[in-house]
C-alpha cells in the first residue's frame, strides 16, 4: 500500500484511483460498505483501489482540548486498510489551507486536480469544504464539472441499529467488546509501542507490556481478555492474553494506559509494536486492600480470559 500525505500526487502512474472519502474512524462495516463499492469500481476500470482521509480527524483539529475521542490512531487505521487490499492510501494533512478551502475548490484543486481520482464514493451523510457546506449532491454537481464519477453509498444498519463510530465508542465505553466488534466486523484494537512503565507487575509475578492511550476514547476501565499481535521484532507472532486499561488505582493518581500480561511468553517487548484486541470484558478496575488480594485476583482473570480465548481463533 502506497501512503501520500499531500494533496499533490506526484506522477501520472499514481493517479485515477476509485477512491472512498471520510474520516474511516473505526473502519467498522459502514466504511467497509462504501469501500467496497471503490473497489468495484476499481476493478471495472482497471484502477488503483485508494482511500482519502485525513490527519488530523477534522473533529480534533477544530477542538483540540475537546476528550479524545478517536476509535484509531493513525498507525491502527493504516494496518486495517492495508489488510482490506487498498493500493493508494491518500493521508492528507488536515490544517488551516484545507480546512478554508470552498467545496467548489476541494473538489477542482484536491480531488480532481491534485489526486487525480477517477471516481469517489461517500456515505450519504458526507459533508465537505468549508463550514462542511457541501453535501453529496454538490459533490455530484462537482464530479461532473470535473470529470470524476461519484457514487453514493447508503447506510448501514446490524439488528436495525445504524453501524457508526459513535454507536461504538457507546458501546465500549460501557465495556461492550463484542458488541463494538459485531459494528466494525473485526475486533476494536491498540495498536503502538511499548513503553517502560513502574515494573510493578514483573515484581507481582505478572510482566506487562504497557503502552499509551492518548488520544484515543477509552474503552471502560478495567480487565480485559485480548489477542495480542506483535507486529515487530524477533518475537513476532500472536499471543493471548489478558489486559487492563485504566490508571491503576491501587498505585496513586497515574495517566490512563494499557498493560497487557502474554500467556506463556517470555521475551524482551521494549520499544516493539503491539496490536491489542480487546475480546471480552472480565471486571471494573477497583481497589484492592492490599497486594495479596491483587494478585489472587489476577490470577482469576488470568484463568477466566484462558477459558474465554480458548474458544476465539
Known amino acids: 500500500m502506497k501512503t501520500f500525505t499531500h494533496w499533490t500526487v506526484p506522477g501520472a502512474a499514481d493517479k485515477g484511483a476509485a477512491a472512498a472519502i471520510g474520516n474511516f474512524d473505526g473502519v467498522h462495516l459502514g466504511h467497509q460498505a462504501v469501500i467496497d463499492i471503490a473497489r468495484a469500481a476499481a476493478v471495472r476500470t482497471d484502477a488503483p483501489l485508494g482511500i482519502v482521509t485525513f490527519e488530523p480527524h477534522p473533529r480534533e483539529y477544530f477542538a483540540p482540548t475537546a476528550p479524545p475521542f478517536r476509535l484509531m490512531s493513525a498507525e491502527t487505521k493504516s494496518h486495517r486498510l492495508e489488510k482490506l487490499g487498498i493500493d493508494h492510501l491518500y493521508q492528507l494533512p488536515f490544517d ?8 467548489e475548490a476541494f473538489a477542482r484543486d484536491v480531488i480532481a486536480g491534485g489526486l487525480g481520482l477517477s471516481h469517489v464514493v461517500v456515505g450519504r451523510d ?3 469544504g468549508k463550514g462542511r457546506k457541501g453535501t453529496v449532491q454538490d459533490l455530484q454537481r462537482c464530479g461532473a464539472a470535473h470529470g470524476f464519477d461519484v457514487t453514493v453509498a447508503d447506510i448501514v444498519a446490524t439488528d436495525g441499529k445504524e453501524v457508526s463510530s459513535t454507536n461504538i465508542r457507546t458501546a465500549l465505553a460501557e465495556g461492550r467488546p463484542r458488541d463494538a ?8 484494537r491498540v495498536d503502538g509501542e511499548v513503553i517502560h512503565g513502574d515494573k510493578r507487575g514483573k515484581e507481582l509475578g505478572y510482566p506487562t507490556a504497557n503502552m499509551s492511550i492518548a488520544g484515543l476514547h477509552p474503552p471502560k476501565f478495567g480487565v480485559y481478555a485480548v489477542k495480542a499481535d506483535i507486529l515487530t521484532g524477533p518475537h513476532q507472532g500472536t499471543h493471548d492474553g489478558a489486559a487492563s486499561i485504566g490508571v491503576r488505582p491501587m ?3 497515574n495517566v490512563p494506559n494499557l498493560e497487557t500480561f502474554l500467556f506463556d511468553f517470555d521475551g524482551d517487548l521494549y520499544g516493539e509494536h503491539l496490536s491489542i484486541a480487546l475480546v471480552d470484558f472480565l471486571r471494573p478496575e477497583v481497589r484492592f486492600d492490599g497486594l ?10 488470568c484463568r477466566e480470559a484462558r477459558a474465554i480465548l480458548a474458544d476465539i481463533p
Open 96 to 103: 488551516a489551507t484545507l480546512a478554508g478551502l470552498t467545496p
Open 292 to 301: 495479596d488480594a491483587l494478585t489472587e485476583q489476577m490470577a482469576r482473570d
Open 251 to 253: 498505585f496513586g493518581t
Open 181 to 188: 466488534a459485531a459494528m466494525l466486523g473485526h475486533w476494536h
Open 126 to 128: 458526507f459533508c465537505f
